[in-house]
Structures are given as C-alpha cells and as structure tokens.
T-cell receptor, first 114, second 114 residues
Framework: EAQVTQNPRYLITVTGKKLTVTCSQNMNHEYMSWYRQDPGLGLRQIYYSMNVEVTDKGDVPEGYKVSRKEKRNFPLILESPSPNQTSLYFC?????????????FGPGTRLTVT | GENVGLHLPTLSVQEGDNSIINCAYSNSASDYFIWYKQESGKGPQFIIDIRSNMDKRQGQRVTVLLNKTVKHLSLQIAATQPGDSAVYFCATPTGQGNTGKLIFGQGTTLQVKP
C-alpha cells in the first residue's frame, strides 16, 4: 500500500531533550516536506526537500533540523525542544512527475513538550 | 509575499445541499492553487488543483472556480454528504520554481447536518 508513515504518532517529552520524528514513504517520491499544524494557524511548512541531500527552509524552520540521506526517509530533529514546539506535525511527499504540490500526507505526530 | 486566507472558519450545510468554500489570495503572480481536505484525526488529502490559465476545473462532485481579477477561488461541493465533513484548505506555491514550498490558508471547517 502506498503510504507515508510517521513515528511516533504521539510523544510527550520535556524541554531540552533531543528527539527525532521519523518519516518514510514507499512511493519513490522526490519531494518531501514537514509541516506543523496549530489551531487558528493552519499548516505551516517547516522544511522541504526536493531530493536526496537537497533541503531548504520553509516558513517556520527555527528550532528544527532535517536530513535527506535516502530518498524514502526525511527525519525531523528537534535538538532542544521547547514548549512552543508543542504541535501536530505532518510529513508529506510528492512525485516530481505530477508536480511537487499534489502531496501525500502522513497520519501526523502529536508532540507535547512540557 | 504570498498569502492565502479562507473567508469563513466554519460552514454548516444540510446534507444534499451544495457547499461553497471560499479562499482569497494576495499575490497576483500566483499561478497555481490546490485544495486539500482534512478529515478528523487524519492528514490532509489532495482534492483538486487549478492553474491560472483556467477559470474552472471540475472533478467528481467538486468544482473549483478561479477569479484572477479579484484574486479569489472557491471550492464547490455538489450534493454534500456526511463524508464531506472535514476541514478544507486552499494552498498555493510560494517562492521561485517547483520547489515544493507551499503556503496554506487557515482552513474552513465544513459541517454537514443530516
């Protein structure tokens, strides 16, 4: 089944404890993105990647890191999480052939930082 | 910079009626728009897109209309069903080239009354 998977789905952590949210897609998509969703603010793009080893900042990159060492994986790293990073996070992927904007989203990771 | 916004945070319609969800954008150079649907507890799902060289595009029970003069687009859902209950987002690419960088509106929650 074609899908985008994220792990973990739920995470409660404390301020300053490094964490990684994994994202993997099995569709051989070139493009991948990370978003955060907050009430009243909609979806905001954190980072995006056009292909392996090609990443760039979205609208809200502060406090986050990403890497794209393999085509299928795009982990999101929070080196020192803070309470304002409490949010619902989505990973998405898309195929260059149909354009990078027909994105397939994962199920989301709900992160709480205390 | 680019910006998209939805007119109403919530829209309530009777089952079987037609729904119209509106979205405005600020950048007259925007040439591509996408509608996503997000059901409760799930990631957004691509519905339909439209390029600026078109005024109208139809899908299955959905139609998107684009008015470039007033920088407005709408998503029309015919014969609204309970399964259409969701949050609907309009989105448009931002930045130069096909980077995968998207900006989303805040979303309109569609409630379908039985």
């Amino acid at each position: 089944e074609a899908q985008v998977t994220q792990n973990p789905r739920y995470l409660i952590t404390v301020t300053g404890k490094k964490l990684t949210v994994t994202c993997s897609q099995n569709m051989n998509h070139e493009y991948m993105s990370w978003y955060r969703q907050d009430p009243g603010l909609g979806l905001r793009q954190i980072y995006y990647s056009m292909n392996v080893e090609v990443t760039d900042k979205g609208d809200v990159p502060e406090g986050y890191k990403v890497s794209r060492k393999e085509k299928r994986n795009f982990p999101l790293i929070l080196e020192s999480p803070s309470p304002n990073q409490t949010s619902l996070y989505f990973c998405a992927s898309s195929w260059a052939g149909t354009g990078p904007y027909e994105q397939y989203f994962g199920p989301g990771t709900r992160l709480t930082v205390t | 910079g680019e910006n998209v916004g939805l007119h109403l945070p919530t829209l309530s319609v009777q089952e079987g009626d037609n729904s119209i969800i509106n979205c405005a954008y600020s950048n007259s150079a925007s040439d591509y728009f996408i509608w996503y649907k997000q059901e409760s507890g799930k990631g957004p799902q691509f519905i339909i897109d439209i390029r600026s060289n078109m005024d109208k595009r139809q899908g299955q029970r959905v139609t998107v209309l684009l008015n470039k003069t007033v920088k407005h687009l709408s998503l029309q859902i015919a014969a609204t069903q309970p399964g259409d209950s969701a949050v609907y987002f309009c989105a448009t690419p931002t930045g130069q080239g096909n980077t995968g960088k998207l900006i989303f509106g805040q979303g309109t929650t569609l409630q379908v009354k039985p």
